[in-house]
């Protein structure tokens, strides 16, 4: 039996039924998954080095809020995506 996947980026695979394909489409989705949890780790803490920026930007410390505040915004979007996106890969991970 061959069944046909794809990955968040829209990559189709075709995933079959013969143990040795098995264990090496295992291991490409493990490392997808990894750099993607990875990636959302980076993006967890981009949005919070700019909360901490625009703590800055509101007492004063900082010139450049509205510039802060729009990459803020900015990155909590793309959180949110990889959160959306990561959850049904990790969810099959557990």
Not at 56 to 69: K, L, P
Not at 74 to 89: G, H, I, M, S, Y
Request: aromatic share 4%; charged share 25%; no cysteine.
């Amino acid at each position: 039996m061959i069944y046909y996947a794809s990955t968040m980026a829209g990559t189709q695979f075709i995933i079959s039924n013969s143990p040795g394909d098995l264990e090496s489409q295992l291991q490409d989705l493990t490392e997808a998954h990894e750099a993607t949890v990875s990636q959302l780790s980076q993006s967890q803490r981009q949005v919070t080095n700019l909360q901490q920026e625009r703590g800055r930007s509101i007492q004063g410390s900082d010139r450049d809020g509205g510039e802060s505040r729009h990459r803020l915004l900015d990155l909590e979007q793309e959180n949110r995506t990889l959160r959306q996106k990561v959850e049904p890969v990790h969810s099959g991970f557990q």
